[in-house]
């Protein structure tokens, strides 16, 4: 079974900066796609960052510039580094992970962490 949990997540007033981590455990054998993505009030769940086990990444436009998304194989970890925070910036941010255990390779989310920006 593998336990997905986030943390960092918070109120903060717009321009300012959050960082959410990642932290997965379990028998993983191994991970490969990492990302967040986020739903916030009355909008769909939309993907934010992503990153490739080969260190390649992708941002949905709105957060270019604003956000970075890194990872730690060896803590099975990843980070969002949320700089220059908007309003619409708030959501609920979810953790996505892709990993290999002794069952296959599976989907996997977190519970959530919330993300306030005041204006």
């Known amino acids: 079974q593998v336990q997905v949990v986030e943390s960092g997540g918070g109120l903060v007033q717009a321009g300012g900066s959050l960082r959410l981590s990642c932290a997965a455990s379990?028998?993983?054998?191994?991970?490969?796609?990492m990302g967040w993505y986020r739903q916030g009030p009355g909008k769909q769940r939309e993907e934010v960052a992503t990153?490739?086990?080969?260190?390649?990444?992708n941002y949905v436009g709105s957060v270019k510039g604003r956000f970075t998304i890194s990872r730690d194989d060896a803590k099975n970890t990843v980070y969002l580094q949320m700089n220059s925070l908007k309003p619409e910036d708030t959501a609920v941010y979810y953790c996505?992970?892709?990993?290999?255990?002794?069952?296959?390779?599976?989907?996997?989310w977190g519970q959530g962490t919330q993300v306030t920006v005041s204006s």
């Open positions: 996505n992970i892709w990993a290999t255990t002794a069952i296959g390779t599976r989907n996997y």
């Open positions: 379990g028998s993983i054998f191994g991970i490969g796609i």
């Open positions: 990153m490739l086990s080969g260190g390649t990444t």
